[in-house]
C-alpha cells in the first residue's frame, strides 16, 4: 500500500496557496492540517470564554480541551496525568530543568550531548552548573555528526542522575535508537533519561511506554498542529520533581509543570492533529477497530516509505557531489533517515546557495538551527551554517524533481 498523497494534500489548505512553490522548511514549523484550524477557529468564534465554569460555553470549551489531552495520552500510550500541554519545548524543558534540578546535589552527574538542539542543553548545563553538578559530555563523530551508544557507556557511573539526548537531531536527521540507549543506561546507573523529540515527532508518533524513558517533549507547530508542545513525565518520578504550580495547585498534574498556565484555544486544537491522523488512518485501512497506538504504527509504516522516497534521490545526489559536505547518513536504507537534510557547499556560503533556491521557488533556510553546539564543533560557522531542507509526508515527487534540479543548476 502507498500513501494518497492527493488525499494527503487535500488536508492542508496551505498547500494550495502557491501551487508551484516547494516548501522545504517544515522543522522550522510545518503547515497546519485543516482539522486543527477548524478546531481554533469554532473555539475562538464560539467558545471563547474561561473554560471549565457550568455555563454552557464554559463547559463546551473545557470539553474541547480535555478531549484533546485525552487523544493525545491515548496516542502516546500515556496516563493524563503523564502530558503536560505548554507553550513550546524550549519553555517546557527550562520549567523541567527547575523541577529536576531541585534535587540535584554536588557530586551528581548529568550526560548531554552536542548534537541537540539548544532547548535540550543550555537548561540543564546551566542548572548544572549552579547545583555543582558535573556535566559530561556525549559527542558526536566530528564526520559524521552520528552518535555512538559506546561512548555513552563510558559516560554512565553511580552518579549519574540524568541523561539528556535527542530522538533525532534537527541537523543530523538520523534517528536515535531511543529504546536501545534508555536499555543502556538503567542497566548501567540509576540514571533518568530525557529525550527531545522535536525533529522526530513529525515522522512519527511514538509509543512512550514501549520506549521506557522518563521525560519526552515534542512541539506541535512542527506536527501539522498549534504552537503548543506536549510534556510527558513518567508519573513514577513525580514524587521526585519540584512543582512549579502555584502553591495551592501543587500535586495537580497539568499544573505541576506549566507554570504558564494552558493557552485555551491552542489546546483545543490539538485534538485537530489526530483527527488528522485518524482520517489519514481511516482512508488507508478502512474503519477498524485499531486502537490508538497501532493506528499510529501503521500511519507510521506508510509515511516512513514516502518520506524514504522523497529524501534517497536528494541524499543521493548531495552525497555523491564533489563540492558539497553532507552531514548525517548517506543512505535511508536502515529506515531511520528523517528526510530532515543538512549540508554545506564548499564552493560557496550556505546563504548565497539558499538564496538562489528561495529566488527559485524552494523554502529552505541556512544557519545553525539552534544546534550552535553541533555546528561548531563540525567546524563550520555558526553564522553561515549548513542549508537545510526539510520534508515532511504532504511533500511529493514533484518537490524532490525540483529540488534536486535546482541544487544542479545552483552548484554547477
Ligand atoms: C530538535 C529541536 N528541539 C527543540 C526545539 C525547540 O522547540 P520550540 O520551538 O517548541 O521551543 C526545536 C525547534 O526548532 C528543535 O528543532
Excluded at 208 to 231: E, N
Amino acid at each position: 500500500m502507498k500513501l494518497d498523497i492527493d488525499f494527503v494534500r487535500k488536508q492542508f489548505s496551505q498547500l494550495n496557496d502557491e501551487p508551484d512553490f516547494v516548501f522545504a522548511s517544515n522543522a522550522g514549523g510545518s503547515y497546519v492540517c485543516n482539522q486543527v484550524n477548524e478546531l481554533m477557529e469554532h473555539y475562538n468564534r464560539h467558545t471563547r470564554v474561561q473554560p471549565y465554569s457550568r455555563f454552557r460555553t464554559s463547559a463546551e470549551a473545557g470539553k474541547a480541551m480535555d478531549r484533546a489531552k485525552q487523544l493525545w495520552s491515548e496516542a502516546l500510550n500515556i496516563d493524563l496525568s503523564e502530558l503536560t500541554i505548554g507553550p513550546s519545548t524550549s519553555i517546557n524543558t527550562y520549567v523541567m530543568a527547575q523541577a529536576t534540578g531541585a534535587g540535584w546535589r554536588a557530586g551528581d552527574e548529568i550526560v548531554v550531548t552536542n548534537q541537540d538542539h539548544e532547548a535540550n542543553s543550555g537548561v540543564w548545563r546551566r542548572k548544572a552548573e549552579e547545583k555543582g553538578v558535573k556535566i559530561r559530555q556525549w559527542e558526536v563523530d566530528l564526520e559524521t555528526g552520528l552518535l555512538d551508544s559506546d561512548q555513552l557507556l563510558e559516560l554512565l557511573n553511580e552518579n549519574t542522575r540524568w541523561v539528556f539526548f535527542t530522538h533525532c537531531s534537527n541537523i543530523v536527521g538520523t534517528a536515535n535508537p531511543v529504546k536501545e540507549i534508555n536499555q543502556l543506561v538503567k542497566t548501567n546507573s540509576s540514571a533518568k533519561v530525557f529525550v527531545d523529540a522535536v525533529a522526530y515527532a513529525p515522522h512519527h508518533i511514538c509509543d512512550l511506554k514501549a520506549l521506557g524513558i522518563d521525560g519526552y517533549a515534542f512541539s506541535l507547530y512542527k506536527v501539522f498542529g498549534p504552537h503548543q508542545s506536549l510534556l510527558y513525565v513518567n508519573a513514577d518520578i513525580r514524587n521526585q520533581l519540584a512543582s512549579q504550580a502555584h502553591y495551592f495547585n501543587a500535586g495537580m498534574p497539568s499544573y505541576d509543570f506549566n507554570p504558564a498556565g494552558p493557552q485555551h484555544a491552542q489546546v483545543a486544537a490539538c485534538a485537530g492533529v489526530i483527527d488528522y491522523f485518524n482520517l489519514l488512518h481511516e482512508h488507508h485501512f478502512g474503519s477498524s477497530q485499531t486502537g490508538p497506538v497501532d493506528r499510529m504504527k501503521d500511519l507510521h509504516g506508510l509515511i516512513q516509505q514516502h518520506e524514504n522516497q522523497l529524501a534517497a534521490p536528494i541524499i543521493d545526489f548531495l552525497s555523491r557531489h564533489a563540492d558539497i559536505q553532507l552531514i548525517g547518513k548517506t543512505h535511508v536504507d536502515d529506515n531511520d533517515r528523517a528526510p530532515t537534510i543538512a549540508f554545506k557547499p564548499l564552493k560557496q556560503s550556505s546563504e548565497s546557495l539558499v538564496h538562489t533556491l528561495q529566488d527559485n521557488g524552494i523554502g529552505t533556510e541556512n544557519g545553525n538551527f539552534y544546534a550552535h553546539r553541533l555546528i561548531t564543533d563540525l567546524g563550520i560557522d555558526p553564522e553561515d551554517g549548513v542549508v537545510r531542507l526539510s520534508l515532511v509526508h504532504y511533500n511529493q515527487q514533484a518537490d524532490v524533481d525540483k529540488i534536486v534540479r535546482e541544487l544542479d543548476r545552483a552548484l554547477n
